[in-house]
């Protein structure tokens, strides 16, 4: 058994390190579950997590093994498991969960605030960290519960939510009085389910998305974006035109160019993406000195997650995310091509090509460990 760990100051270094499941089945406490990973999705937005890692906490999810240092960490993932030891009360052998895993064969859980169907992990480690990421939900509970459903939920349903919350927070600000919504990294997952919600609002703005030459095709073939611009020909933007913009990158280029472009007319930049994690820490340039910092703010899910099961109730909450997503999903039908990737080391291949950008848009990765 192992567990995928990366170098936390640098992506793309990482190492398959063994696990002793055994072990940790007899070093199991009253009250714990432990469980075997069976699948789990792998895309940009985990490359997110891994460069803010520090500043949101997403390292201390999992520790790491044979970390002495702490230099190591895991990148959490979204996925299905099985029960196969129990110490809990409720919980049986067999069962299966869907939720937040680490790149690894197993986990061990201490569930609380159990329900017919979810549970929290009260690990003590994680009392602290965003409670959306601590929630398991438990499949025999769902009275819809599809399996043939189960890789699209694991890629989709945690970038959807993302897309949802955009969706939701730029309607609840009146869309920043802004004539048009520019969404960067077009063809990722997150922006395609961003802008298929904008292109449900009757009253959203015109939507352009910004995307790579080589990704030019796919985007447009989606449908869902109004106008689509290539890197190389951002002078086509309407700079006139008061902006909102939504990043999934990173990309100070992009940025700085663009910002520059609009000057007064950028509104406000909601940064959500880290995929171009390498550029986080390089030394300001000309054009990334354009980036206007002070109407430029990082988007965080989880906390616009909490104010709306504050604002709809939990039930409320759920029901809107679920026609959302159930629209998404059936959308991603036409353009999403899932793959399975089988094994540590088959994995860690692909992990290489990820975490460098080295993806179709249009694949779906999904991890047999």
């Known amino acids: 058994m192992s567990q995928l760990q990366t170098y936390k100051s640098d992506l793309v270094k990482t190492r398959i390190v063994e696990t002793d499941e055994a072990a940790a089945r007899d070093g199991l406490r009253q009250g714990d579950i432990l469980v075997r990973i069976e699948s789990f999705s792998f895309t940009a937005n985990n490359v997110t997590y891994g460069a803010a890692g520090d500043d949101i906490g997403y390292w201390q999810f999992f520790p790491a093994l044979d970390n002495e240092d702490g230099a190591w960490g895991l990148i959490p993932v979204w996925g299905f498991a099985e ?145 689509v611009i290539c890197y190389d020909e951002l002078d086509k933007l309407d700079a006139s035109l008061p902006s909102v913009m939504v990043d999934m990158s990173g990309d100070r280029f992009v940025l700085g160019t663009v910002h520059g472009a609009l000057g007064d007319n950028m509104l406000n930049c909601i940064q959500v993406g880290m995929t171009h994690w390498e550029y986080r820490d390089a030394e300001k340039d000309p054009i990334a000195a354009q980036i206007i910092q002070q109407r430029s703010a990082f988007f965080f899910a989880p906390s616009h997650i909490q104010k709306r099961i504050g604002d709809w109730g939990q039930d409320g909450y759920k029901a809107r995310t679920n026609a959302f997503m159930a629209a998404r999903a059936a959308q991603s039908r036409e353009w999403m091509h899932i793959e399975t990737i089988s094994g540590m080391q088959a994995f860690s291949r692909t992990y290489d090509e990820v975490v460098v950008g080295n993806m179709k848009p249009s694949e779906g990765l999904i991890i047999l460990p």
Do not use: W
């Not at 129990?86 to 790149?103: H, M, Q």
């Not at 965003?130 to 025999?140: E, I, K, T």
């Open 83 to 227: 029960i196969t030891a129990s110490k809990a009360n409720g919980l049986e052998v067999g069962e299966r969960i869907f939720g937040y895993f680490p790149p690894a064969d197993f986990l061990t859980l201490s569930p609380s605030k159990m329900s017919p169907v979810h549970f929290v992990d009260g690990a003590d480690h994680r009392a602290d960290l965003p409670p959306v990421y601590n929630n398991y939900v438990r499949l025999s509970g769902e009275a819809d519960y599809d399996p043939a459903m189960d890789y699209t939920r694991a890629l989709l349903f945690p970038l959807h939510v993302t897309s949802f919350c955009l969706c939701d927070a730029l309607q609840d600000a009146g869309y920043h009085n802004a004539k048009q919504v520019i969404i960067v990294s077009a063809s990722s997952k997150t922006a395609i389910g961003l802008a298929q919600g904008l292109k449900d609002e009757a009253n959203a703005p015109t939507t352009f998305g910004l995307t790579s030459g080589g990704n030019r095709t796919f985007v447009e073939s989606l449908g869902c974006y109004d106008h």
